[in-house]
Every structure is written in structure tokens, then in C-alpha cells.
């Protein structure tokens, strides 16, 4: 249930992350100072000190527990638990800088149920370092993406945020738990008829990320094939899309 005087409620899910989170918990801390909001991290699983430096902050940070394994997983179930006005959601290595976090904001009190981080924004400043074939499974899972979820140039940067009863109309019934969720999201949400709006963002790539190209990124494409069977036909059972164990 939505808590009164929350605004804005961000959620952090994270996987063996006591290296980066600490100076990203500050980093994130910093840029809500002045506003009414909240943290929620969300542990998948870590078997590291990630939950002894959440409890170590010096502001208020909610610390979740996640059993079910996946990226998806993690972020539903902090989204379903926030209780901001507006919910939203960041990576724990903030590759996307949260200093677009007021114009997020401003789109989301003027209307938008949506305002998603692009690195395809005209606008963004983008630097990346990845390999040639991430590179180009990237291509390619954009150009399958399209007829998924029309008119949104990148699915994947993990900043996006939503009015509340927005984002409970798409993660309640969220099936896909791997790094492919955003698709099903943002699918959802315009089926809905939800108001997206992209925005730009300084994106910076950060060493340690989870995801593996060629482990994650064919099992991407195959997610995208359930996502289109599991909407055209939401009235029949469908099991969850649960990652393999890392």
C-alpha cells in the first residue's frame, strides 16, 4: 500500500554487490536529498557483504530479501512493496547517472506514466566499452524488440520510472524474472495505453555487470518469443520465465 508523504520510491536490485553499492548508495542518497522518497534494496541472493553495507548507511535505506532468482524477480517484488506516488527502478552500478532523476520527475507530475533512461536519446551522453559482440547481439535484440514494444529506442538501461497505479498494472503480472523483464514491462504498459516517454541520460559502463553475452543474450531472444506467445494468449497458464542458476 502506498505509504502517505512518500513521492518517489527507488528500487535497487543487487547480486553480490558490496563493491559497487556503498559509493552508489551515497551517490543515489545524494541525489534524493530534499525529496520525499525512499530505497529499497532488493538482495537476489548475494552471498557477500552486499546487506551488512546496506544496513551500514547513514540515511534510510529498506533492505529486501528476493528467493526467487532473476533480475525481474528482484525488481518486481520491490516495485510491488514501494509505497511511493511514483516508482522507479536503477542498476546498483548507477551506469545511468541519477542526475536525471529531476527531469523524471518532472515528466511524471505533469502526466507521463512513463519516463524511461535511453541511450539511444539523441541526448544522452554515452560511453561504453563493450566487446564487438555484445555490441551486436545489442543491435539485434533492439531491431527483435520492435514490434514487441513500438516507438521505445532502448528497452534495456535499468532507469525507468512510473506512476504507482501504472506500475502495478505491469509488474503484478510480470512472468519473465531475467534480464529481458523490461520488455514484458514495457509491453504491458502499452497495451494499457500508458504515456512513455524517453529520456536522456549520461550513461557510463561500469565493470562487474552480471549479464554474459553469449549466456544471457541467446536465452534473451528466446525470452522475447515467450513474451509475444504469453500476450497473445494472457488468459492461459503460463510458467514462470525463471532464469538458470548463474
Do not use: K, N
Given at each position: 500500500m502506498r505509504r502517505a508523504g512518500v513521492e518517489l520510491s527507488v528500487v535497487v536490485p543487487v547480486f553480490n554487490?558490496?563493491?559497487r553499492l556503498p559509493g552508489s548508495l551515497v551517490g543515489l542518497g545524494l541525489a534524493l536529498r530534499g525529496l520525499a522518497a525512499e530505497i529499497i534494496v532488493v538482495d537476489n541472493g548475494s552471498t557477500d557483504r552486499t546487506a551488512e553495507f546496506v544496513r551500514d548507511q547513514g540515511f534510510p535505506v529498506r533492505l529486501m530479501d528476493c528467493p526467487d532468482r532473476g533480475k525481474g524477480a528482484a525488481v518486481r517484488a520491490g516495485v510491488l512493496a514501494a509505497h511511493g506516488r511514483f516508482v522507479g527502478f536503477c542498476d546498483a552500478?548507477?551506469?545511468a547517472s541519477v542526475d536525471a532523476l529531476p527531469a523524471v520527475l518532472h515528466?511524471?507530475?505533469h502526466g507521463t506514466d512513463i519516463v524511461v533512461g535511453s541511450r539511444a536519446h539523441p541526448g544522452s551522453q554515452v560511453r561504453a566499452r563493450?566487446?564487438?559482440?555484445?555490441?551486436?547481439?545489442?543491435?539485434?535484440f533492439r531491431r527483435a524488440v520492435r514490434s514487441l514494444v513500438p516507438g521505445v529506442g532502448d528497452t534495456q538501461c535499468g532507469f525507468k520510472f512510473f506512476t504507482r497505479d501504472v506500475a502495478?498494472?505491469?509488474f503484478e503480472p510480470l512472468r519473465t524474472t531475467g534480464f529481458t523483464f523490461d520488455v514484458e514491462v514495457l509491453a504491458r504498459a502499452q497495451r494499457l495505453g500508458a504515456v512513455i516517454e524517453e529520456v536522456p541520460v549520461r550513461w557510463i559502463d561500469v565493470a562487474g555487470s552480471t549479464f554474459d553475452p553469449l549466456r544471457h543474450?541467446?536465452?534473451?531472444?528466446?525470452?522475447?518469443?515467450?513474451?509475444?506467445?504469453?500476450?497473445?494468449?494472457?488468459?492461459?497458464?503460463?510458467?514462470?520465465?525463471?532464469?538458470?542458476?548463474?
Open positions: 554487490e558490496e563493491r552500478d548507477l551506469a515528466r511524471l507530475r563493450h566487446s564487438v559482440l555484445r555490441q551486436m547481439g545489442a543491435w539485434a502495478l498494472a505491469a543474450g541467446m536465452r534473451s531472444f528466446t525470452e522475447l518469443s515467450r513474451i509475444r506467445a504469453l500476450l497473445d494468449a494472457e488468459t492461459c497458464p503460463v510458467p514462470l520465465l525463471v532464469p538458470e542458476a548463474a
